[in-house]
């Protein structure tokens, strides 16, 4: 199963865009990167997933890395609502499960 | 939309007895259901998968006698934590997705678990 890796904490300015960064350097070919975020207490909501292609929803874009070693989640104008824990996961196994990584506590701050 | 519900959204029970939590997909038919545990400040820690009508697969670590998961109908799937213990305590947490040709899995709002 891919392991990823992502910085334990990140602030950014209200308005601004959050980059916030995965490394899934043992992601293997048909492994998806997909991204959630939990606010506390709640379950996790999906923002956006990919394989190897950059990809963009209205809630966030992901730019995917050529080698597909790691990944980047913008949220191109921060708003303090959107301070919650940021996972990126990586897809695996027949079923399709989701390896979580430790996530990144994004703080947007006013 | 893609809606999980779990119920009860927290429950307190005492050691021994067993507890059932309900995860429904609410307005899809989920062919697949996990269903994970996260303890405080911690990441998700998958515990199954469930696929409609047949058994669970259980990971690595999650003793299957005691979290007994039923997979009934392609909306409904149940984790029940049985003879319960103070260790058990956990936020409980489903998901659902359509099926293997679209992967994406939606969670639920989470069960509070706590065993005195």
């Known amino acids: 199963d891919a392991k990823t890796t992502q910085p334990p904490s990140m602030d950014c300015a209200e308005g601004r865009a959050a980059n916030l960064p995965c490394n899934h350097s043992?992601?293997?070919?048909?492994?998806?990167v997909y991204w959630y975020r939990q606010i506390h207490s709640q379950g996790p909501q999906y923002i956006i997933h990919g394989l190897k292609n950059n990809e963009t929803n209205e809630m966030a874009s992901l730019i995917i890395t050529e080698d597909r070693k790691s990944s980047t989640l913008i949220l191109p104008h921060a708003t303090l609502r959107d301070t919650a824990v940021y996972y990126c996961?990586?897809?695996?196994?027949?079923?399709?499960?989701?390896?979580f990584g430790s996530g990144t506590q994004l703080t947007v701050l006013p | 939309g893609a809606v999980v519900s779990q119920h009860p959204s927290r429950v307190i029970c005492k050691s021994g007895t067993s507890v059932k939590i309900e995860c429904r997909s609410l307005d899809f038919q989920a062919t697949t259901m996990f269903w994970y545990r996260q303890f405080p400040k911690q990441s998700l820690m998958l515990m199954a998968t469930?696929?409609?009508?047949?058994?669970?697969?259980?990971e690595q670590g999650v003793e299957k006698d005691k979290f007994l998961i039923n997979h009934a109908s392609l909306t409904l799937s149940t984790l029940t934590v049985t003879s319960a213990h103070p260790e058990d305590s956990s936020f409980y947490i489903c998901?659902?997705?359509?099926?293997?040709?679209?992967?994406?899995?939606?969670f639920g709002p989470g069960t509070r678990l706590t065993v005195l």
């Open positions: 998901s659902a997705s359509r099926g293997p040709s679209t992967d994406t899995q939606y």
């Open positions: 996961a990586a897809t695996s196994g027949s079923a399709r499960q989701l390896t």
């Open positions: 469930s696929n409609e009508g047949s058994k669970a697969t259980y």
């Open positions: 043992t992601i293997s070919g048909n492994e998806y």
